[in-house]
């Protein structure tokens, strides 16, 4: 019975942090230019001024120059088109994040469609999600880069191996299974109409759950040794947070798996930091 390696993403998002010092430091250097994140909130959604103020946290220590610009909930689609129009303009600004959701006064696509695509560090935006399509990505949107940054950081090597990708958001999934796929696995995307889960997540090498649904994934739905990587964020009743991996049961099964909280979840910021200072780095390689 296989006891499972953790794939510790605070770990590993620490030691990218520091890289990331270096670079910044180069760019600095070389270039008199500092990578610059602008971070646009509207309204007050609870979670979204936490995940913001987390993002804003997350530049500056790394020094990473931030701007969080804060419109009301009843804002016009213009006024927030303008501000778009203004960040792409902007020398200072290489990386543009909406927070979603949005007000529904607010058209989304609208609003992900006006960011420049050499700034969209969500990766976000349709022409984005088409070249990671076409396996030539320019922006990888944040928590599927930051899963194959933890494959990668365990030598795992995805290619000839089966991963099953459970969910198929636009943030999450579909991203995620193009990028298992560019790396040469042989993908299997699984979602709430499909039928007989099990037989899918029982026969992959690599299971990537992403649904949202606390405990979801039970050990009798993995295989031996299987990796299994836990993308879904719950608050249980007695506030404590968890995956969508039943990390108690399935942890004695794989052979590495990923903790919630402490997994991917750390992997995700960082990872807009690395877009961000990919975008400050393509400014001047252009
Ligand atoms: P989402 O948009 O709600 O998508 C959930 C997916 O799960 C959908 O594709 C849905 O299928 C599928 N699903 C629901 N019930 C299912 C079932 N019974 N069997 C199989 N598939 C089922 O969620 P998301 O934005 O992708 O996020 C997923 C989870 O990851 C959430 O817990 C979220 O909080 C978390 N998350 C974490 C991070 C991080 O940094 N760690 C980042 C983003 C999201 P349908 O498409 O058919 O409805």
Redesign the pocket.
Known sequence: MATAKIMDGKKLAAQLRENFKQRIANLQQNQGLIPGLAVILVGENPASQVYVKNKVLACESVGIHSEKITFDANISEEVLLNKIKELNADPKIHGILVQLPLPPQINENKILAAISINKDVDGFHAENVGLLAQGKPQFISC?PFGVMKMLAAENINVQGLHAVV????N???KPMAMLLLNAGATVTV?????QN?HFYTQHADIVIA????ANFITADMIKENAVVVD????RLENGKLCG?VDFAECSKKAAYISPVPGG??PM?ITMLLENTIISAENSVSK
């Open positions: 928590t459970v969910g198929r958001s943030i999450v999934g699984c979602h709430s109409k499909t889960l992403a649904v949202g649904k993308v879904g964020i719950n969508d991917v979840g995700t």
